[in-house]
């Protein structure tokens, strides 16, 4: 009898803490009015995502732009598309004013997407589908399913999670609360960019010309993953990035493997050693004073990701991981650099390979960079250790004069753009006010994550307004993000729009 009477009070302590969590804030009405729209919801989304958005195709990117001004317009907003000079990709700038607000909030989200030429799509990038998770990735055919869609489905296509989610939730959510007749507590500004996945090459100079149009108090950064344990979280910054692509020579023509392989060079292997001697199999990063501007951690940071969930063994599990490089806790190694190879290409495989040595090899690599770290000094770092290496550093294809004058020949091409990390304060109202607002929709607590491991450009935005930044994310961890069969979990769509249901509605400093 004890056991069960405590049992039924920590079962109404539990309904009361969530409902004094909720209390004020939109989170009923908003899901009451998800429940009632959830297919159209997935409509509306589907339509946004079935729209190429390869971030390296001009008129395409344009089509998005004008196709969620006009999705903002008919929410009330004043639209117009930013450039930072004619023929570059365009940023989405949406305004909708509140009477008697006294706070001003930029949501930022971007709308172009990666690639999708990787191998092992199951259906066309753009043409949305409803699925079960993988691996097993069964159809889903939520049109004509009866009652409420699973939460556990998952809706296929190119930036589903990455990032046109967040542009969804928070569409949803003003519908939601307009008919529930709940008017936004603050002024709103959408900034919606058309270029980061090419690195925001234009993203600074667009933001120095608009800086009274994009004038706030507060940031809301709505760009990548939630926590891998599920729980929402905010974070306050993210890496910066730069990165390269590679080519070694080797003979001019392909050689037989038997009569030349113990005497020309194999740019194979020249590929391998390249790569070994920039990092090791640990991760750390071989060049010399590489780690030297990197930002000590502070007290602060370590206090805040020691308190994070333990989630290290689970994705080891669903990751099929015997083992990790670096360190032990996944988010520690958010605030030190990381060197990528996101690519090696020498020769053929499987019913293409050749017993030949190959004329040339090619490699792309990454750097994400931490706090203090810049592109332009990761750069010099580089090439001085290579050069130092015995490599001759070249611009364009060698000539035959330069490949017999030097027997180490590697082009170098640095992607333009590149961005530095972005990290500010995890106190102070603002970061305090949107912490509240997300525990008052959840019931709980938030998570937070000094900054993220991914990059953006978020610090050409953040110091030249000077505003404080909060990371709010809403797509499932395992989104297969950057990767094929991108994808978003219905559950995380629902409880995102409720998220910024919250912060349109709910946000008091």
């Given at each position: 009898?004890?056991?069960?009477?405590?049992?039924?009070?920590?079962?109404?302590?539990?309904?009361?803490?969530?409902?004094?969590?909720?209390?004020?804030?939109?989170?009923?009405?908003?899901?009451?009015?998800?429940?009632?729209?959830?297919?159209?919801?997935?409509?509306?989304?589907?339509?946004?995502?079935?729209?190429?958005?390869?971030?390296?195709?001009?008129?395409?990117?344009?089509?998005?732009?004008?196709?969620?001004?006009?999705?903002?317009?008919?929410?009330?907003?004043?639209?117009?598309?930013?450039?930072?000079?004619?023929?570059?990709?365009?940023?989405?700038?949406?305004?909708?004013?509140?009477?008697?607000?006294?706070?001003?909030?930029?949501?930022?989200?971007?709308?172009?997407?990666?690639?999708?030429?990787?191998?092992?799509?199951?259906?066309?990038?753009?043409?949305?589908?409803?699925?079960?998770?993988?691996?097993?990735?069964?159809?889903?055919?939520?049109?004509?399913?009866?009652?409420?869609?699973?939460?556990?489905?998952?809706?296929?296509?190119?930036?589903?999670?990455?990032?046109?989610?967040?542009?969804?939730?928070?569409?949803?959510?003003?519908?939601?609360?307009?008919?529930?007749?709940?008017?936004?507590?603050?002024?709103?500004?959408?900034?919606?960019?058309?270029?980061?996945?090419?690195?925001?090459?234009?993203?600074?100079?667009?933001?120095?010309?608009?800086?009274?149009?994009?004038?706030?108090?507060?940031?809301?950064?709505?760009?990548?993953?939630?926590?891998?344990s599920g729980k929402q979280q905010i974070n306050f910054g993210n890496r910066g990035i730069t990165s390269f692509e590679a080519t070694v020579y080797g003979p001019l023509k392909p050689l037989h493997d038997g009569h030349y392989g113990s005497w020309a060079p194999s740019p194979t292997v020249m590929l391998a050693s390249l790569i070994m001697s920039l990092r090791d199999e640990t991760g750390h990063i071989l060049i010399p004073g590489f780690y030297d501007d990197v930002t000590p951690v502070s007290e602060a940071d370590k206090a805040a990701l020691a308190a994070l969930p333990d989630v290290e063994s689970d994705l080891k599990k669903a990751l099929g991981l015997g083992r990790n490089i670096g360190g032990p806790r996944l988010a520690d190694g958010y605030l030190q650099p990381t060197l990528n190879v996101r690519a090696i290409h020498a020769g053929d495989t499987g019913p293409q390979a050749a017993n030949a040595i190959a004329t040339e090899g090619r490699l792309s690599v990454d750097f994400r960079l931490a706090p203090g770290e810049t592109p332009a000094k990761v750069k010099e770092l580089t090439e001085a250790y290579l050069t130092a290496q015995g490599w001759f550093i070249v611009r364009d294809t060698p000539d035959l004069a330069t490949r017999l004058a030097h027997p180490k020949i590697l082009r170098l091409d640095w992607e333009e753009g590149g961005s530095i990390a972005t990290k500010t304060p995890m106190d102070g109202p603002a970061a305090d006010a949107v912490a509240a607002s997300i525990g008052r929709t959840v019931g709980y607590p938030v998570l937070k994550l000094p900054i993220v491991g991914a990059s953006s450009g978020m610090a050409d935005i953040v110091n030249q307004l000077k505003v404080p930044m909060v990371g709010v994310s809403i797509a499932n961890y395992d989104d297969n993000q950057h990767a094929m069969n991108e994808n978003l979990r219905l559950g995380n769509l629902w409880d995102g729009i409720e998220v910024y249901a919250g912060l349109v509605s709910d946000l008091k400093w």
């Open positions: 009898m004890r056991i069960r009477t405590k049992v039924l009070a920590v079962a109404a302590l539990s309904a009361l803490m969530a409902t004094s969590a909720a209390a004020g804030t939109p989170r009923d009405a908003v899901r009451a009015w998800r429940k009632a729209h959830e297919k159209e919801i997935v409509a509306d989304f589907s339509a946004l995502l079935s729209l190429p958005n390869v971030a390296t195709t001009l008129s395409d990117v344009e089509k998005n732009a004008d196709y969620i001004s006009g999705l903002l317009q008919k929410r009330g907003f004043k639209t117009q598309l930013l450039r930072a000079q004619p023929g570059t990709p365009p940023s989405v700038l949406g305004e909708l004013k509140t009477p008697g607000a006294k706070r001003t909030v930029v949501f930022y989200a971007h709308y172009d997407g990666q690639p999708v030429g990787q191998q092992g799509w199951l259906t066309s990038p753009f043409q949305p589908t409803m699925r079960t998770a993988l691996p097993d990735a069964k159809t889903v055919d939520w049109q004509g399913a009866a009652g409420p869609l699973d939460p556990d489905w998952r809706l296929y296509a190119r930036s589903a999670g990455d990032d046109k989610g967040s542009i969804q939730v928070m569409l949803s959510a003003l519908d939601a609360l307009k008919a529930a007749g709940i008017k936004p507590s603050v002024n709103i500004k959408v900034l919606y960019e058309g270029e980061e996945e090419q690195g925001s090459a234009h993203f600074a100079e667009l933001v120095g010309k608009n800086l009274a149009l994009l004038k706030g108090d507060l940031l809301i950064m709505g760009d990548g993953p939630m926590h891998q």
